[in-house]
């Protein structure tokens, strides 16, 4: 079946950087959009930064400047660098794609099991 699998979350320092990675596996087809949400303790799940088949990329209001989405295709794997990291970053990662499985004709809307990032101050 269709998987995702984060990896790159971690602690690190206020003003520190990392890097998520997400690959996703499986019969697929192709993939649509790729993305990456965060959940903080006691707030509802958000959008980080999202990225087209084709490039195009919108990002939180939050992060803009501070962090780049990315993907390699080729690898079915999408990207997250977070640099000048701040406590309020602090959450669990999750990645997200809509992906056309092998022998379908339609999306469906697979995540990944979030990876943790902690920044402290």
């Known amino acids: 079946q269709v998987q995702l699998v984060e990896s790159g979350g971690g602690l690190v320092q206020s003003g520190g950087s990392l890097r998520l990675a997400c690959a996703a596996s499986?019969?697929?087809?192709?993939?649509?959009?790729m993305g990456w949400y965060r959940q903080a303790p006691g707030k509802q799940r958000e959008l980080v930064a999202r990225i087209t088949s084709g490039g195009n990329t919108n990002y939180a209001d939050s992060v803009k400047g501070r962090f780049i989405i990315s993907r390699d295709s080729a690898r079915n794997t999408v990207y997250l660098q977070m640099n000048s990291l701040k406590p309020e970053d602090t959450a669990v990662y999750y990645c997200?794609?809509?992906?056309?499985?092998?022998?379908?004709?339609?999306?469906?809307?697979?995540w990944g099991q979030g990876t943790q990032v902690t920044v402290s101050s």
């Open positions: 499986g019969p697929i087809s192709s993939i649509n959009d």
């Open positions: 997200n794609a809509d992906i056309v499985r092998v022998l379908t004709d339609r999306s469906v809307d697979y």
